[in-house]
């Protein structure tokens, strides 16, 4: 999975399509992320009284949604992008190290 925990990402799919937020949870094993954001991916959960909330309840809580419906949002056109990697040659202390990096395949910046 491309994506990591404090993505900006755009929903693609869904009841909340358009909407913008960023990634508080990667969950790697089951492919979906959970956002943080206004009104994103809520669901509500009754709750039985118990010792640590004797009250019970409603609780509002994140929704984990599927890694393929969210896309990256590039940073320089702020619209979704793809997420690339490509290996990127710097020189440190004279010698020449080659990193991995993600980069926006739509303006070519890169995020890491």
């Given amino acids: 999975m ?7 990402v755009v929903i ?7 909407k913008q937020g960023t990634i508080i949870k990667v969950l790697t094993k089951t492919n979906r992320v959970v956002l943080e954001g206004e009104g ?3 669901i509500k959960k009754h709750l039985k009284p ?7 309840g409603i609780v509002e809580i994140d929704k984990p949604i ?3 419906n969210v896309m990256y949002l590039d940073p320089k056109e ?9 290996f990127v040659t710097e020189t440190v202390k004279k010698k020449e190290v080659t ?4 980069y926006a395949k739509k303006s070519g910046k890169v995020l890491d």
């Fill in 2 to 8: 491309k994506l990591k925990k404090g993505d900006k």
């Fill in 12 to 18: 693609i799919s869904g009841a909340d399509k358009g």
């Fill in 40 to 42: 994103l991916s809520k």
């Fill in 50 to 56: 118990s010792q640590a909330n004797p009250d019970g």
């Fill in 66 to 68: 599927d890694a393929s």
């Fill in 78 to 86: 702020k619209k979704p992008t793809r997420i690339g990697y490509k």
């Fill in 99 to 102: 990193k991995k990096v993600r």
